[in-house]
């Protein structure tokens, strides 16, 4: 659960949602995203470095060029684990409650 908690705390910025949605379209090279983000060179950087991480996004670099892109497999992963954690399970966590409310506060 750590790995998807980490990748949580990358999504959680605007920049970096802007990113992966800029990258739904195709495959850039961090000049292309920085021409398309007010953004400077070493903050794109950063926020890529970021992605890269959490295993979001790939690259390759081609001549002096890095391109960069979604990685689908992750991003599957992280849909099966949203499914796992919000939907009824047998092996739920929570006890079973004693209390004797009728679901209404008082």
């Not at 398309?36 to 070493?42: I, K, R």
């Amino acid at each position: 659960m750590k790995e998807q908690i980490e990748i949580f705390k990358a999504l959680s910025d605007e920049n970096r949602i802007k990113i992966l949605k800029m990258l739904s379209c195709r495959e850039l090279c961090a000049c292309d995203i920085q021409q398309n983000l007010d953004l400077t060179q070493p903050t794109i950087s950063h926020h890529m470095k970021v992605l890269q991480q959490t295993g979001l996004i790939q690259w390759e670099k081609r001549g002096k060029w890095i391109f960069y892109r979604i990685n689908q497999k992750k991003v599957e992963g992280l849909y099966g684990f949203i499914k796992e954690i919000t939907n009824p399970s047998e092996d739920c966590p929570c006890p079973i409650s004693s209390c004797d409310c009728d679901g209404f506060r008082r």
